[in-house]
């Protein structure tokens, strides 16, 4: 596409004022990117996205059919564009992740069944299978272990059943009574499995019990290793008790209780889960350099979302779809310059990350089963979320927030704003003030590649009413406003992949 003669004029001006040699070469080498900006259109991304953000990809979460969809076609779009698959030979970098689902779930007190999701609960991420026969239990009071108030003072209670009440005794701080601070003091004692009496819910049916048979997402070795905690209604308690549960005659100042209580019955816990195993992908595209080409620059976004909930499709077309097609254009645009003879320096693999929103897992996962060697990563763009703008900049809407560029080099945001040039936005640093209390440094993938000492920048509009939200679609998105955020990208990427300084990490602030 031609140059726009608009553009020509800035840019020459920004020529002129430069004057020590360094920049004179880095202008230079924005000059021969000038054509290929210009194949990021508002049009392409409107192509990208309406596919993207499209029902047809139910809202793109990671381990679904949907996320599968979104990868094969950015894997497409890829191979059109004349990019290498990123993994050694493959488009796709595979991980494991598994969700537990609940099979059985019986609490049997002598003769009676109480069921999971009805008489008690127990969360199922935390907890792990177990069949328990015992023919006695233990009530100790709060449950408590404190400097200033202990329950399992002189207490045997290893390997044993033990019951607790909610809450603390009053004049202690609410929050040692916390479910963690319960279960700590539990684990510490041996306790085999804990029942806590929960008086506030008299049945657990009225939970969502589809949402509680199911854990979320996780990856292997997160699990806990505390005893389970099953929180059971008072009635149940009750029937374990051999007597009525009254929360007031149960506290452990009651003079006429003796605690612990040392109850003979039997009981039978039985709780089974399958463990389903997800493979999610990140997807790599892979432009190899010429005279640098073992030095790799990262562009990156990630392309999950939160899919289909409560019968609401969640397109995600700002987050990340924006990021995702930018991406995918930017990549062409790297391809074209290449084809025509400009290709880079330096190697750049364009990455479409999943399992964001899951808590950056699939950048989690690479930064630690890294492709290229992280010696030799040079630098992460990340783009998440471009298309829109947020409530502080509704008047001026040209700007975008930058974030994390002056953390580790500080030759970053030179690069940065020299390629601002060329799209001359209001770049926003407010965010990357440590003590913002937003703390979107830390929020999107970028941060796994900084937590290693690798130079990034993460591009963002900020959020908006919509963020999170089904109403997160495609005609609200701000097509120039993507375009020129995406060429600001694709400058600050051509100058990090092309000038002969790979950039320096000379700063240290995490
Ligand atoms: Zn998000």
Same mark, same amino acid.
């Given at each position: 596409?031609?140059?726009? *003669?608009?553009?020509?004029?800035?840019?020459?001006?920004?020529?002129?004022?430069?004057?020590?040699?360094?920049?004179?070469?880095?202008?230079?080498?924005?000059?021969?990117?000038?054509?290929?900006? $210009?194949?990021?259109?508002?049009?392409?991304?409107?192509?990208?996205?309406?596919?993207?953000?499209?029902?047809?990809?139910?809202?793109?979460?990671?381990?679904? *059919?949907?996320?599968? !969809?979104?990868?094969?076609?950015?894997?497409?779009?890829?191979?059109?564009?004349?990019?290498?698959?990123?993994?050694?030979? &493959?488009?796709?970098?595979?991980?494991?992740?598994?969700?537990?689902?609940?099979?059985?779930?019986?609490?049997?007190?002598?003769?009676?069944?109480?069921?999971?999701?009805?008489?008690?609960?127990?969360?199922?991420?935390?907890?792990?299978?177990?069949?328990?026969? =015992?023919?006695?239990? &233990?009530?100790?009071?709060?449950?408590?272990?404190?400097?200033?108030?202990?329950?399992?003072?002189?207490?045997?209670?290893?390997? /044993?059943?033990?019951?607790?009440?909610?809450?603390?005794?009053?004049?202690?701080? *609410?929050?040692? $009574?916390?479910?963690?601070?319960?279960?700590?003091? =539990?684990? =510490? @004692?041996?306790?085999?499995?804990?029942?806590?009496?929960?008086?506030?819910? !008299?049945?657990?049916?009225?939970?969502?019990?589809?949402?509680?048979?199911?854990?979320?997402?996780?990856?292997?070795?997160?699990?806990?290793? @505390?005893?389970?905690?099953?929180?059971?209604?008072?009635?149940?308690? @009750?029937?374990?008790?051999? /007597?009525?549960?009254?929360? %007031?005659?149960?506290?452990?100042?009651?003079?006429?209780?003796?605690?612990?209580?040392?109850?003979?019955?039997?009981?039978?816990?039985?709780?089974?889960?399958?463990?389903?195993?997800?493979?999610?992908?990140?997807?790599?595209?892979?432009?190899?350099?010429?005279?640098?080409?073992?030095?790799?620059?990262?562009? %990156?976004?990630?392309?999950?979302?939160?899919?289909?909930?409560?019968?609401?499709?969640?397109?995600?077309?700002?987050?990340? #779809?924006?990021?995702?097609?930018?991406?995918?254009?930017?990549?062409?645009?790297?391809?074209?310059?290449?084809?025509? #003879?400009? $290709?880079?320096?330096?190697?750049?693999?364009?990455?479409?990350?999943?399992?964001?929103?899951? #808590?950056?897992?699939?950048?989690?996962?690479?930064?630690?089963?890294?492709?290229?060697?992280?010696?030799?990563?040079? =630098?992460?763009?990340?783009?998440?979320?471009?298309?829109?703008?947020?409530?502080?900049?509704?008047?001026?809407?040209?700007?975008?927030?930058?974030?994390?560029?002056?953390?580790?080099?500080?030759?970053?945001?030179?690069?940065?704003?020299?390629? +601002?040039?060329?799209?001359?936005? /209001?770049?926003?640093? /407010?965010?990357?003030?440590?003590?913002?209390?937003?703390?979107?440094?830390? *929020?999107?993938?970028?941060?796994?590649?900084?937590?290693? $000492?690798?130079?990034?920048?993460?591009?963002? +509009?900020?959020?908006?009413?919509?963020?999170?939200?089904?109403?997160?679609?495609?005609?609200?998105?701000?097509?120039?406003?993507?375009?020129?955020? @995406?060429?600001?990208?694709?400058? %600050?990427?051509?100058?990090?992949? +092309?000038?002969?300084?790979?950039?320096?990490?000379?700063?240290?602030?995490?």
């Amino acid at each position: 596409m031609k140059l726009s *003669r608009v553009v020509v004029v800035n840019f020459l001006s920004l020529i002129i004022a430069t004057s020590c040699t360094g920049q004179e070469a880095d202008s230079a080498l924005l000059t021969q990117a000038i054509p290929y900006a $210009g194949t990021i259109t508002p049009a392409a991304l409107r192509r990208q996205l309406e596919v993207i953000a499209s029902p047809q990809m139910e809202g793109r979460e990671t381990a679904t *059919r949907g996320q599968q !969809k979104a990868a094969a076609y950015i894997i497409r779009q890829f191979r059109d564009a004349g990019l290498q698959p990123g993994n050694n030979g &493959q488009w796709e970098q595979f991980y494991e992740m598994y969700a537990d689902t609940l099979l059985t779930g019986i609490i049997r007190v002598r003769d009676k069944d109480y069921y999971f999701g009805q008489d008690f609960i127990t969360d199922l991420f935390d907890s792990q299978a177990e069949n328990i026969d =015992a023919d006695h239990i &233990q009530y100790i009071g709060y449950g408590l272990n404190t400097a200033r108030f202990n329950d399992y003072a002189g207490l045997d209670v290893k390997g /044993k059943v033990v019951l607790i009440r909610e809450g603390v005794p009053g004049g202690l701080p *609410r929050e040692w $009574g916390s479910s963690y601070n319960k279960l700590a003091a =539990a684990k =510490a @004692a041996g306790v085999k499995a804990l029942l806590v009496i929960s008086p506030h819910a !008299k049945n657990y049916s009225l939970l969502s019990t589809e949402r509680i048979r199911r854990t979320g997402l996780y990856m292997p070795g997160e699990k806990s290793t @505390a005893p389970n905690m099953y929180f059971i209604t008072p009635a149940m308690a @009750a029937d374990l008790l051999g /007597k009525p549960y009254d929360d %007031t005659l149960f506290d452990s100042r009651n003079k006429n209780l003796r605690i612990p209580v040392h109850v003979r019955v039997p009981i039978h816990i039985q709780l089974d889960k399958k463990s389903n195993v997800y493979r999610p992908s990140n997807v790599l595209g892979y432009i190899e350099g010429t005279d640098k080409k073992e030095e790799v620059v990262f562009v %990156t976004a990630h392309y999950d979302h939160l899919g289909i909930s409560d019968d609401h499709l969640y397109p995600g077309a700002d987050d990340d #779809g924006s990021g995702t097609s930018a991406v995918i254009e930017i990549a062409t645009a790297f391809a074209k310059a290449k084809a025509a #003879g400009h $290709g880079p320096r330096r190697s750049i693999v364009f990455m479409l990350f999943s399992g964001e929103e899951k #808590g950056l897992l699939g950048s989690g996962y690479y930064i630690s089963h890294p492709v290229y060697p992280v010696s030799k990563s040079v =630098a992460d763009l990340n783009i998440d979320m471009i298309g829109r703008i947020d409530p502080a900049h509704e008047r001026d809407t040209n700007y975008i927030y930058v974030i994390g560029d002056n953390k580790l080099s500080s030759a970053l945001r030179p690069l940065n704003e020299m390629a +601002n040039g060329l799209t001359k936005f /209001k770049l926003d640093y /407010k965010y990357n003030d440590p003590n913002d209390p937003e703390d979107f440094y830390r *929020r999107s993938d970028h941060y796994k590649f900084a937590q290693q $000492g690798i130079p990034v920048i993460f591009y963002f +509009n900020g959020t908006h009413a919509d963020y999170h939200q089904p109403g997160d679609t495609v005609d609200k998105i701000n097509f120039s406003l993507l375009a020129r955020r @995406a060429q600001l990208v694709y400058y %600050t990427a051509w100058l990090i992949a +092309n000038r002969t300084d790979r950039l320096v990490v000379d700063l240290d602030e995490k």
